[in-house]
């Protein structure tokens, strides 16, 4: 089973920067694809970014060249770097790990964390 705890969320002005970690325990780290999912109220929960075991990266349009997701394998950990954050990027973000190593859409994302709120504020 694996388990995942996200930290780093808050309240920030339109502009400004937040960093979120996932922690994950409980299984080989290394050799699983990492995502970040946001759901703000009201609307669906929606791809944000994800990165493969091997490292490569994938983005949703919306948060091109703002948001940059990273791994470290020896911490178990992931990380969104949010930048130039909008208030539009306000909602619940959402670390998800999947069983294989390459993982891009929603539904091939096999665990979740309970989320960490981000309020962008305008």
């Known amino acids: 089973q694996v388990q995942l705890v996200e930290s780093g969320g808050g309240l920030v002005q339109a502009g400004g920067s937040l960093r979120l970690t996932c922690a994950a325990s409980?299984?080989?780290?290394?050799?699983?694809?990492m995502g970040w999912f946001r759901q703000a109220p009201g609307k669906e929960r929606e791809f944000v970014a994800a990165?493969?075991?091997?490292?490569?990266?994938n983005y949703a349009d919306f948060v091109k060249e703002r948001f940059t997701i990273s791994r470290d394998n020896a911490k178990k950990a992931v990380y969104l770097q949010m930048n130039s954050l909008k208030a539009e990027d306000t909602a619940l973000y959402y670390c998800?790990?999947?069983?294989?190593?390459?993982?891009?859409?929603?539904?091939?994302?096999?665990?979740w964390g309970q989320g960490t709120q981000v309020t962008v504020s305008s």
């Open positions: 998800a790990a999947a069983r294989r190593g390459t993982a891009w859409e929603k539904d091939e994302f096999d665990y």
């Open positions: 409980g299984r080989t780290f290394s050799s699983s694809a």
């Open positions: 990165i493969t075991w091997v490292h490569s990266t």
